[in-house]
C-alpha cells in the first residue's frame, strides 16, 4: 500500500506563511507528478500547484508569486511554501501523488488526508 501523510497546516494571520509538506510511504517504484490541492468552505476542490519527476512546477493563478512547491525524490516528499496568505487561501490542503509500484504497473493517483489551513487574524 501507499501512505500519503500531510503536515505543517494551522492558524495563520493574513500575510503570514506557512510550510506544507507531505512524505510518501509504501510500496513505491517512482512517483511521477505530485501536488497540492485544496477545498475551501462550499467550494470545489481545486489544483493549487503541481510539480513532475523533473522537478518542472505549475501552479494556479491565485498562488502564484505566492507559493512555492518543490520535492524531494529521495525522500519521496513534496513541500509547498506558502507566502503573503490571505483569507480566501483557508481550506484544506489535500497531497496528491501518482505513485508507480513497480517498473511493470501503471501509476494509481493517491490522496493524502487533507490538512486545515486557516488564515484569519
Known amino acids: 500500500q501507499v501512505q500519503l501523510v500531510e503536515s505543517g497546516g494551522g492558524l495563520v494571520q493574513p500575510g503570514g506563511s506557512l510550510r506544507l509538506s507531505c512524505a510518501a510511504s509504501g510500496s513505491i517504484f517512482n512517483i511521477n507528478a505530485m501536488g497540492w490541492y485544496r477545498q475551501g468552505p462550499g467550494k470545489q476542490r481545486e489544483l493549487v500547484a503541481s510539480?513532475?519527476?523533473?522537478?518542472?512546477?505549475n501552479y494556479s493563478d491565485s498562488v502564484k508569486g505566492r507559493f512555492t512547491i518543490s520535492r524531494d525524490n529521495v525522500k519521496n516528499t513534496v513541500y509547498l511554501q506558502m507566502n503573503s496568505l490571505k483569507p480566501e487561501d483557508t481550506a484544506v490542503y489535500y497531497c496528491?501523488?501518482?505513485?508507480?509500484?513497480?517498473?511493470?504497473?501503471?501509476?494509481?493517483?493517491?490522496w493524502g488526508q487533507g490538512t486545515q489551513v486557516t488564515v484569519s487574524s
Open positions: 510539480i513532475t519527476s523533473g522537478l518542472r512546477p
Open positions: 496528491n501523488a501518482d505513485v508507480q509500484k513497480s517498473r511493470w504497473t501503471l501509476p494509481i493517483n493517491y
